[in-house]
Nanobody
Framework: QVQLVESGGGLVQAGGSLRLSCAAS????????MGWFRQAPGKEREFLAA????????DYADSVKGRFTISRDNAKNTVFLQMNSLKPEDTAVYYC??????????????????WGQGTQVTVSS
């Protein structure tokens, strides 16, 4: 089992940047592929990015490709989401999630096992 805690959200102007962090508990962090999702008020949860256990493979939604970068530091049990060129439509609660795969190379956009509590990102125009 793993517990996830996001941080780094806040208020930023359009065009600005934020870096979200997600700290994971437990000793088997590198057994999990990791993902970032978001949910805006009145909308369904949206997949943003995923990274496999080693960091060798990443996947991005079209809506954030080229603006957001996912990365991980297995030594620190942490996954990051660097967000650049933020837009007001990026305003949402951002969640990290863990997918237990025990070393599977490919990531997926659904079916994650564990979720953090979320961190609010607000982009002003």
């Amino acid at each position: 089992q793993v517990q996830l805690v996001e941080s780094g959200g806040g208020l930023v102007q359009a065009g600005g940047s934020l870096r979200l962090s997600c700290a994971a508990s437990g000793r088997t962090f590198n057994s999990y592929n990791m993902g970032w999702f978001r949910q805006a008020p009145g909308k369904e949860r949206e997949f943003l990015a995923a990274i496999n256990w080693s960091g060798a493979r990443t996947d991005y939604a079209d809506s954030v490709k080229g603006r957001f970068t996912i990365s991980r530091d297995n030594a620190k049990n942490t996954v990051f989401l660097q967000m650049n060129s933020l837009k007001p439509e990026d305003t949402a609660v951002y969640y990290c999630a863990a997918d237990y795969t025990d070393g599977y190379y490919y990531t997926r956009r659904y079916g994650y096992d564990y979720w953090g509590q979320g961190t609010q990102v607000t982009v002003s125009s």
